[in-house]
Nanobody, 132 residues
Framework: QVQLVESGGGSVQPGNSLTLSCAAS????????IGWFRQKPGKEREEIAC????????YYTDSVKGRFTISRDSAKNTVYLQMASLQPEDTAVYFC?????????????????????????WGQGTQVTVSS
């Protein structure tokens, strides 16, 4: 069973960049669809980006498209979320999660990303705060 640990969160000023890491242990992260999610204060957790397990196809929600990049480093068994042009509304706890594909086989990546229930393994989250 894979375990996930996020890191890289912190406090930055608007317009700056930050890269989050999702390091895996216990299994090869390449076997999993990986999603990045965030939970803003007082809001429900939302999906923001996903990467597909075999072809590394990516999906982004409109709120982060063009600013955030999800990528996988197989050698380090880590998935990254590069965040640029950060704004105060990006302030949230960021989570990565793994979907082993059992429930999402043949499901398009956008639909997988929007269904948090298929992500059965979650990290503990890392806080990102954007303020001046």
């Amino acid at each position: 069973q894979v375990q996930l640990v996020e890191s890289g969160g912190g406090s930055v000023q608007p317009g700056n960049s930050l890269t989050l890491s999702c390091a895996a242990s216990g299994d090869n992260l390449g076997y999993y669809n990986i999603g990045w999610f965030r939970q803003k204060p007082g809001k429900e957790r939302e999906e923001i980006a996903c990467i597909e397990r075999s072809l590394d196809t990516t999906y982004y929600t409109d709120s982060v498209k063009g600013r955030f990049t999800i990528s996988r480093d197989s050698a380090k068994n880590t998935v990254y979320l590069q965040m640029a042009s950060l704004q105060p509304e990006d302030t949230a706890v960021y989570f990565c999660a793994a979907d082993d594909g059992v429930q999402s086989r043949y499901v398009p990546l956008p639909d997988i990303c929007e269904t948090q229930a298929v992500f059965r393994t979650w990290g503990q989250g890392t806080q990102v705060t954007v303020s001046s």
